[in-house]
């Protein structure tokens, strides 16, 4: 079953569409992340997906449900972390949970056990103005994480911390789906912080959806290419298109075969030794995930590049 | 109802270690060492210890009523609604399962009982500064028995009235995080009130509804009048306030009176004005 389901989700703001027409699908279980630069509309979505704002179009269904029509069912189900936590910071972190702990109704006991979770057992006494950025944050998790919930709704958990807190929280959100089979849906703007810890994602540029999907298949986009070094630049970018090679000038200074396999590379090799051009650089390698993020990101959104 | 407990439940565990729920004991301590001083000044023109107490209690409810409740109101209305607004809490209570209006009733109902237990701690100084000044008067004649019942008694009128404007703050400083704003609506209206007491509109006029309750003002006695106003006014304007806030779109209060809504008031206040004027002038 899917955990969050949206049908042509969309937001406007005066006369800027923040959200437009997406059509998200998020699978039960595991890491989600929702990637796109700062204002491609995540948080937008996410506070529709919260039932915080009202969608002017489409629908989100989660677990199955409307979300419009069953939200306080739905909610008992759901913990949410949006941007920076909300905290009382005249309370101490345990009776900051107590306080949600309260609204919710539910069982005392779930206190340690979310502050056992985000590992706050510790400073569980101390006034959350005393906390660092990162156990406020290992605090916000905490209350998101309260009510057992099955589905964690994370926004930027990350923004802010410092490596430590980074790779701390990383590790925390990683042992979500594994130890408790909690679905998380995890929204950041930096695939590099995506990419260690999701196995399916979504990119959203500009209130629109660019892809979906595995991250596997977006490495299936990578492209291959070969970058060669050689002591006569200008000779050997000859040379090579007269053995029919498709050969382009790279950045750095060197030449570039893009598309080519490693059969490529030995016979592109061969060619520039028998005309006695030095190699001193051969290089098979693929463009980076990261790349085509940002080659997706920095072009204005299109129908047809949505999956 | 279950939630609205649960919702109440959570409000009072937030007032520890606030300043809302010190100003209950420091606000009607300043008004009480006020008339304290004054009593002392006093004692040697009260014909009896027995008035001087019954002076001294009306001055202190007085103060309290006209001046000082409506102050202490705004302040806790602001206070309560200031640690959601301050490090955005909306965004986090308005993502669990609760209906809305749970929040602005459990709000309204704290800074209710906060306005009251002012008020009680209030007759309970009232009570000691009396003491205090009688056994400080040994010259006078005893005269009669101090009226313990009646102060708590107007008290407890004092509070209902000022249900209502309980009800107005709660919603100015819900639907705006603007400290300002809240202050500017409490000071504005308490200053009005100062102009309004002895003119007939008096009556109605919510920041003078405490006061109207204890018959000190305007010459009519309009204490039933103020009863009625500032507890069913105040059930109305919570009603009102909690439907509009369930019904809002997002999780952030304003932050600025908008040009449209300033518009809309003085509109609305103006017409309130003119149909006031009309049916005084037709009595």
């Known amino acids: ?307 | 109802m279950n939630s609205l407990l649960r919702a109440l439940h959570a409000e009072v565990f937030k007032l520890r270690r606030t300043l809302a729920f010190r100003m209950v004991f420091v606000t009607p301590a300043l008004v009480a060492l006020l008339q304290f001083f004054i009593g002392l000044n006093q004692r040697k023109g009260a014909p009896t210890a027995g008035q001087l107490r019954e002076t001294v209690f009306q001055n202190i409810l007085s103060v309290w009523a006209i001046f000082m409740l409506p102050l202490f109101i705004t302040l806790e209305t602001a206070l309560l609604t200031g640690i959601e607004h301050g490090e955005r809490q909306w965004k986090h209570l308005l993502a669990l399962p609760l209906p809305r209006h749970v929040y602005f009733l459990a709000k309204f109902v704290v800074a209710a009982l906060l306005a009251g237990a002012g008020t009680l701690v209030l007759c309970v100084y009232a009570l000691v500064v009396g003491f205090v000044l009688v056994r400080t008067s040994a010259g006078l004649p005893p005269g009669p028995p101090p009226e313990f019942g009646q102060l708590f008694l107007s008290g407890l009128k004092v509070w209902v009235a000022a249900w209502l404007i309980v009800a107005i703050h709660s919603w100015v400083s819900l639907r705006w995080s603007s400290f300002t704003l809240a202050l500017g609506t409490g000071v504005g209206g308490t200053f009005f009130a100062l102009f309004a007491a002895s003119a007939k509109i008096g009556k109605y006029y919510p920041w003078l509804l405490p006061v109207n309750a204890l018959n000190l003002v305007g010459g009519e006695p309009r204490d039933r009048l103020a009863l009625l106003l500032g507890g069913l006014g105040g059930a109305l304007v919570v009603a009102l306030g909690s439907l509009e806030f369930s019904r809002k779109d997002g999780d952030e209060p304003q932050t600025s009176v908008s040009r449209r809504f300033v518009v809309g008031a003085v509109a609305v206040g103006l017409a309130v004005a003119v149909l006031a004027m009309f049916l005084q002038s037709r009595r």
């Open chain 1, 1 to 307: 079953m899917l955990a969050i389901e949206t049908g042509d989700l969309t937001k406007r703001f005066a006369d800027r569409v923040a959200v437009d027409a997406v059509n998200l699908r998020v699978p039960s279980a595991g890491v989600f992340g929702f990637l796109g630069p700062n204002g491609a509309g995540k948080t937008t979505t996410i506070r529709m997906l919260l039932g915080l704002i009202r969608p002017d179009g489409g629908a989100v269904k989660l677990f199955g449900e409307n979300l419009s029509e069953h939200r306080l069912g739905l909610m008992r189900r759901v913990g949410a972390l949006v941007e920076s936590p909300s905290l009382y910071p005249h309370l101490t972190g345990r009776e900051n949970l107590e306080v949600t702990r309260r609204l919710l109704g539910a069982e005392r006991t779930l206190i340690d056990r979310a502050l056992d979770i985000v590992r706050l057992v510790k400073d569980a006494g101390r006034p959350v103005r005393e906390y660092s950025l990162g156990m406020r944050q290992r605090l916000g998790l905490a209350l998101a994480l309260l009510n057992r919930p099955d589905l964690l709704i994370l926004d930027e958990p990350t923004n802010g911390l410092d490596p430590a807190g980074i790779h701390e929280m990383r590790d925390l959100i990683r042992r979500l789906p594994v130890e408790f089979g909690i679905t998380v849906f995890l929204s950041s703007h930096l695939l590099s912080e995506v990419e260690q810890i999701a196995n399916h994602i979504a990119i959203v540029h500009r209130g629109r959806l660019l892809f979906q999907g595995m991250l596997d298949d977006l490495r299936a986009r990578q492209e291959r290419h070969v970058a060669i070094g050689v002591t006569d630049h200008e000779a050997a970018l000859n040379c090579l298109k007269d053995a029919k090679f498709q050969v382009e000038a790279g950045t750095d200074g060197r030449l570039v075969l893009p598309g080519a396999s490693e059969e490529d590379a030995i016979r592109a090799n061969a060619v520039l030794v028998e005309r006695g051009i030095g190699v001193f650089h051969l290089a098979l390698s693929r463009t980076s995930l990261e790349d085509i993020f940002l080659a997706m990101t920095n072009e204005p959104a299109t129908e047809d590049r949505a999956l």
